[in-house]
């Protein structure tokens, strides 16, 4: 493949003649789309290759939203029922240049850490992936230490300062002794000559991508750590160029809002929190005991009432579920105690919305219990089942539970009746 992007990477705008234009489809990134393929004399737009993702851009005014390779050429997808480009005409080929600069920011920066890493480090890498936000390369070793990396990134921003040139030459097939890795290329490529990308007295490496032209435009690199990859390999996360800047950028913005919701500086960012989680921590467990006391409360409160109505509801927003456990531990065997009454309670997930999604128990007499359940899961959306004597059930809206009331209340007299 050898296309114009691949020997000027820096062309942003381009007219070439179109050799071809078909109707046809294609998937991009998830979405089928109707639209025309087509083949230009020379291309600016670079077709997906060597882990660097493909360009974007404009064709005259249409959009450019995929391109792929075939063979030595590459394919143009526009989107749209109307966009025939004759053959014979020139358009405009312009490029999205920001995406553009940003890939080849990334794919040089890979190669710079690639090469470094192998040559003082003797850490060779297997793959990469240029992400959309951070890329990773994979290195073939589980002994990385923090302390390395550390001196890898080192090493790759002074290489920055050197300005080392990255040029572009070709190779005979056979004559690739001092060549970093032979990678594997595709079959139709067919070519006797690899296209070599070179940081001058540092690597030699078999790519199709498009590169910075020297170190300089890298600007610098950040590596920002190391995760468990594949068997017996590490993957180092890293950022290049103008995704330093934006990554700073995002910190900050996230740093600023903090420090206004904290109302402290960054640098006491973890000493209060540290504070606010073990004072969350000691309301928590007084808040849980508060609210046991409360359940066992509610649980003399019933025993002690000496005419019980047939259904006795509770409805709590701001409870867990230890709660009712509580409540029924305290009044004990509900079957026995309870006798061919029923118990309600409802625990609101939102305390701050009338609506809110939660859950029921019931508990009780038998028989009213299963006709509750069927009541709450036909008419309510509740979604449980009855175990142990209780229907436990999530519902989508706590603020229906009247109307349920009415309805249980309802059954509940009618099998009295019977
Ligand atoms: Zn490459």
């Known amino acids: 493949m050898s296309l114009l992007c691949q020997k000027n990477s820096y062309l942003q705008e381009y007219q070439s003649p179109v050799r071809s234009c078909q109707p046809s489809s294609l998937n991009v990134n998830g979405k089928h789309c109707q639209g025309f393929d087509i083949v ?35 394919i143009l997808f526009v989107e749209g029922d109307h966009c025939r480009f004759d053959c014979g005409h020139q358009p405009l080929q312009k490029i ?39 890329s990773n390369i994979e290195l073939d070793s589980t002994q990385i230490t923090d302390e390395t990396i550390e001196q890898l990134e080192q090493k790759v921003n002074e290489k920055i300062l ?69 068997k017996g390999k590490t993957l180092l996360f890293f950022l290049s160029g103008n995704r330093v800047l934006k990554h700073m950028n995002n910190i900050l913005v996230r740093e600023k809002l903090l420090s206004t919701s904290l109302k402290c500086t960054a640098e006491e960012f973890v000493p209060i929190v540290d504070k606010l989680q073990k004072n969350v921590r000691r309301l928590q467990k007084n808040c849980t005991s508060a609210m046991r006391d409360l359940a ?81 899961i036909d008419s309510f959306d509740a979604k449980g089942s009855v175990s142990s004597g209780r229907f436990r059930a999530r519902i989508p809206d706590v603020s229906k539970l009247p109307k349920f009331e009415q309805m249980i209340t309802k059954q509940s007299l009618m099998s009295n009746e019977n």
């Not at 737009?45 to 030595?72: A, C, H, S």
């Open 96 to 134: 999205d240049w920001n995406r553009r600069f940003d890939h080849m920011q990334q794919h040089s920066g890979q190669h710079l850490i690639t090469a470094v890493a192998l040559k003082y480090f003797n850490l060779l890498t297997t793959s990469w992936n240029l992400g959309a936000e951070i």
């Open 40 to 74: 230009l004399e020379d291309s600016i737009f670079f077709p997906e290759g060597g882990g660097q993702p493909y360009d974007t851009g404009l064709l005259d005014d249409q959009k450019v939203i995929n391109v792929r390779r075939d063979g030595n050429q590459a």
């Open 162 to 230: 050197e300005n080392l040139p990255i040029t572009i030459s070709y190779r005979d097939k056979d004559d690739l002794a001092d060549i970093r890795q032979q990678m594997e290329l595709p079959d139709d490529l067919n070519a006797h000559s690899l296209r070599i990308v070179s940081i001058e007295s540092l690597d030699k490496n078999p790519c199709c991508g498009t590169h910075v032209s020297s170190l300089s435009h890298l600007q610098m690199i950040k590596l920002l750590g190391t995760q468990k990859g594949k």
């Open 296 to 376: 066992r409360c509610e649980g003399e409160k019933y025993l002690n009432l000496l005419d019980k109505p047939r259904l006795y509801s509770i409805h709590r927003k701001e409870c867990e579920y230890d709660f009712v456990t509580s409540f029924f531990n305290t009044i004990g065997d509900p079957t026995s105690i309870i006798g061919d009454r029923l118990i309600l309670i409802s625990l609101a997930d939102d305390c701050n919305s009338l609506k809110s999604p939660g859950q029921i128990v019931i508990a009780g007499n038998q028989l009213l219990v299963e006709k509750s359940a069927k009541i709450a």
